[in-house]
């Protein structure tokens, strides 16, 4: 469960997981990006021709939902061994982005809007 799950064990597992099939060696971050995003297709392509309110419905059937988390579950997977391949910190990268985000888009300006934040 996420509430007691750490990051830094859930990065250990994946390193784990790679290490023992000897996959490092196909972990480049040219490889690891490319799967990352041919995962997130395979996660878009459950909405695919849907509409914002389908696509919620979809979310929350049972035979759905598990194909979705495991796209989903891909798509973080792969990301999370970019980053043990990469030595990136996922924790300070998403905290400066946040960050760097909130800045970009300040509440009294972006609050209920979807416009880019060069539209604001």
């Not at 480049?28 to 990006?33: E, G, R, T, V």
Request: one cysteine or more; glycine letters at 2%.
């Amino acid at each position: 469960m996420d509430a007691n799950t750490t990051l830094e064990v859930i990065k250990s597992d994946i390193a784990r997981f790679a290490r023992e099939r000897d996959w490092e060696q196909f972990h480049a971050p040219k490889n690891l990006s490319m799967a990352i995003a041919a995962e997130a297709g395979e996660l878009m392509e459950h909405f695919l021709w849907c509409s914002s309110e389908e696509s919620a419905k979809l979310a929350c059937d049972p035979m759905k939902r598990m194909k979705i988390a495991e796209e989903l579950a891909d798509v973080v997977i792969l990301s999370i061994q970019f980053s043990n391949m990469t030595g990136i910190d996922l924790s300070d990268a998403i905290a400066a982005k946040v960050k760097k985000n909130a800045e970009k888009y300040p509440v009294e300006k972006a609050k209920g809007r979807s416009q880019k934040y060069t539209e604001l």
